[in-house]
């Protein structure tokens, strides 16, 4: 989609220059001539408009961002065989089918699960996680440096771009950050709400 828009946005200039050419070479203007000439031009200037919109409708999809960490897979062992093999499978489906880098579970103020690209910072809620358990909704940060406070993001991993939060009930949270800014559809965030209400229900048993 977006090289279509680009060849339009060529296309364009390039009926718009041809058009500027015509009405500077020629050597007798007349009334048929300018009306001509307007109607080009006005085209031209359409058809780069409506490929300039184009773009901004399809843009390109940011590129991933280099993280810094390992590829890791670490789970608690003091959970029953029923919720280890939850979080194994829940956690692989979300970082293969979205556009998920890393997830940590935090569950009664202690890590039960990172996988992905992965660290081992200590991790403690911040402002925003508990914004998040109090309100009971997902938090999504599209862009990390556009929001202060993004810092206590940084023990889940380092300089993440995007992240998006989601609360456990009062018991934990879901924390999952992406490749890049703006990664996350909102279908992503369906299906990480979803296991997460799912994964909550089996943690509480």
């Known amino acids: ?3 279509i828009s680009s060849l339009v ?4 200039a390039f009926l ?3 058009s500027i050419i015509n009405i500077v070479t020629t050597n ?8 001509a000439e307007t109607i080009s031009g006005i085209s031209s200037i359409a058809l780069i408009t409506i490929g300039y919109l184009w773009t901004e409708i399809n843009p390109k999809q940011p590129s991933k961002v280099k993280l810094n960490g390992n590829e890791g897979f670490e789970l608690c062992n003091e959970l ?3 919720q280890r093999n939850e979080l194994a499978w829940g956690s692989k489906q979300i970082l293969t089918a979205t556009a998920a880098s890393t997830i940590l579970i935090y569950w009664d ?11 081992n910072n200590k991790f403690k809620p911040g402002e925003i996680c508990n914004r998040a358990i109090d309100q009971k909704r997902l938090i999504s940060l599209v862009n990390t440096k556009l929001f202060p406070g993004r810092e ?3 023990d889940v991993l380092t300089d993440l771009p995007a992240v998006i939060v989601y609360p456990l009930s009062n018991r934990g949270l879901t924390i999952v950050g992406g490749w890049s800014k703006r990664s996350f559809t909102n279908s992503d965030e369906k299906w990480i709400s979803g296991w997460s209400d799912k994964l909550y229900v089996l943690l509480s048993k």
Do not use: T
């Open 1 to 3: 989609m977006y090289k």
């Open 9 to 12: 946005i060529i296309f364009g």
């Open 16 to 18: 718009l220059i041809l």
């Open 28 to 35: 007798q203007v007349n009334p048929s001539l300018v009306r």
């Open 80 to 82: 029953s065989e029923d």
């Open 109 to 119: 103020n202690r890590v039960i699960l990172r996988r992905g690209i992965i660290s």
């Open 152 to 154: 206590e993001f940084d």
